[in-house]
Structure formats: C-alpha cells, structure tokens
C-alpha cells in the first residue's frame, strides 16, 4: 500500500486527469478500500481542494473549483504547454499581466525537471516573435467583457470612438475576437438594433452590469468573420474590393487575419474585402503581396493606381 502522502498525490491527478470518478473504479486504481478513498477525499478537502461527491452505487466524486487556488498537478506536456504560454503572455497584448506572467513562469521553471527546462529553453531561444505592436488592453477590462459574456448580462461602458470622441453604449456582449494584434468584442448595440464591433481598448466598462439577456443567434459566419470584416473594411476610412489573381489558399498563407475577408471566385482568383485609412498605405499593401491584382472598389483606389503607374512607367523611361 502506498504512503498517505504519495497517494493523495495520485488520488489528485486521477481527480484533474477527468470529470467524474466513480468510488469503486478510484479504489481499484489506488490499490485501496472504498473507505479509505473517503478518508483522502476528506484529507484533500482539508488541504483546500473542494472535491464535490456523491453517494449510492452510482456515486462517485468530482473535483471542483474552491475559493482558493490550491496546487495543481501537471504532466510533462501540460507543463511545457503553460510554460510557453506564459512566455507568450509575457510580451502581448493585455496590460499588466507581462509581470505576473514572469512571476508565473520563475515560478514554475524553479519546479521544472531539468528535463523539461531544457526542453522550454531550446524552444524559447529558436522562437522569434513577428507579432505587430499594437494597443494593449488592461486585463480588467478583458475579465469584466468576457464575465458578460459567460453570464450573457447586459453590458454597459464607456467607448472612444476613431476621433477621440466618447459616447456611452449598452450591447448584449457575443464574443471576445483576438486578431494576432487587437481585442475587439462583438455585440448586439440595443440602442442600433444592430450587431457592432468594439475594440477593447477603447471600452471602459461601468458598473453594475445590466440584466440577464437571451443570447441571439450569431451573425452570418459567425463571430470570427463578422470581425475580421468589421475591422477589415468598415472600421476604415477607405473600404475597398481587390480581386486577387491567386489561388485563396495562397493568399490566405500571406495575409493576417486583420486584413480582411477573402471570398473564392473560380479557383484561380479571390477578392479581398480590406481598407485602410489612407489609399496610398493600401496600395503600397497590396503592392507587397507580389501578386496580380484589380481594383474593383473605390473609383478613387482606380485613380490613385493610374497616377501612379503614369509615374513609374515615366520614371522608367528615363
């Protein structure tokens, strides 16, 4: 029979490893009695663990969430997996939490088998980052948003709009979108009648919350979609259409999620449904993809590239 302390290691893992553990089967893995589960189960529960159970041949126990945050168990992948996204939360998008995740990630490193520090170092140093800076959201903000969400309760804050401007909005909040670059919050804005787009660092949230709401069916493709063609076009100055002369599984592997929606037209071509706020910008985008293209939409994008082939064609000829 094991030692008490190394069984209740055990017994906590088969806890985290799945949901719902009937009694017998947790007796039969640990090599002990029915009652002297019970006895550990009451041990853990001492040690802060809220373990919920059950009784009667169907009873069984299952491992809940406390009001402290006891230790957990890992094994070696779930390890390496929270180490490489505290590495990543440490230089991203959310305010304040690059410290916490350096405090985190010391933490656990000190805890590590050199096994798998050597494993986290070498993915660390042969890793770059190409993320683009971008405005960063406080976390406060990211966990109020996204309560809402779960809670499916009115939201009401305080949002700054392009110019500046700040303006009060009351939504039924759908989803949190993270582009690669940006937070934005799709929801449904009770005084438009209408689905919107926020971008989260621009949403200062009040508080109460409003009241509970019944969730509305997502807009067409959903909320991934709705955003990247709210923050892809209509969140710009200049909306445009290009058709791209590519195959889209091309150009998808090119662009970043933020550019755009890109639509299959024959195999062979697709368009993008981008903008930007200065034509020039997007022409000088486009320009980079290295790939034939054709201005559908705006005139004044068709405009822009005659002048400037005018010029380039005369700076060529010498």
């Known amino acids: 029979m094991l030692e008490t302390s190394v069984r209740l290691l055990r017994l906590l893992s088969l806890l985290q490893a799945r949901p719902d553990w009937p009694g017998p089967e947790l007796a039969a893995r640990l090599e002990v009695t029915p009652r002297t589960v019970r006895n550990d189960v009451e041990r853990l529960r001492l040690l802060g663990y809220r373990i919920d159970s059950t009784s009667g041949p169907a ?3 299952r491992l809940g969430a406390g009001a ?6 890992l094994d070696d992948e779930e390890a390496v997996a929270v180490a490489v996204g505290l590495h990543a ?4 998008t959310v305010t304040g939490i690059e410290e916490t995740s350096l405090r985190a990630l010391a933490k656990l490193r000190q805890m590590l088998p050199s096994r798998l520090r050597h494993r986290i170092e070498a993915l660390r140093a042969a890793t770059l980052s190409v993320s683009v800076p971008g405005p960063t959201v406080d976390v406060a903000t990211l966990t109020a948003v996204s ?7 009115r939201l009401r804050f305080d949002y700054r709009g392009r110019e500046g401007a700040s303006s009060v909005r009351d939504v039924e909040p759908h989803r949190l979108v993270y582009t690669g670059r940006r937070w934005y919050l799709l929801a449904w804005d009770v005084a438009r009648d209408d689905w919107r787009t926020f971008r989260a660092d621009r949403i200062s949230p009040r ?3 409003g009241p509970r709401f019944t969730p509305r069916t997502p807009p067409e ?3 991934v979609a709705h955003v990247l063609s709210g923050t892809g076009s209509r969140a ?12 889209v599984e091309e150009i998808t592997e090119r662009l970043p999620p933020e550019a755009g929606l890109v639509h299959d037209e024959d195999g062979r071509s697709c368009v993008l449904e981008t903008g930007s706020d200065s034509l020039r910008d997007l022409v000088m985008f486009l320009t980079r993809l290295d790939v034939a293209f054709t201005a559908l939409e705006p005139p004044e994008l068709r405009d822009l590239l005659r002048t400037m082939a005018d010029r380039y064609r005369a ?4």
Do not use: C, K, Q
């Open 59 to 61: 009873g069984g126990y």
């Open 68 to 73: 402290a945050l006891p230790p957990l168990i």
């Open 89 to 92: 939360a440490a230089s991203g």
């Open 147 to 153: 309560a809402a969400v779960r809670d499916h309760e």
């Open 207 to 209: 508080t109460p919350n």
């Open 221 to 223: 493709g959903g909320a």
């Open 236 to 247: 710009w100055l200049h909306r445009a259409r290009i058709r791209l002369h590519a195959p």
């Open 315 to 318: 700076a060529a000829d010498g």
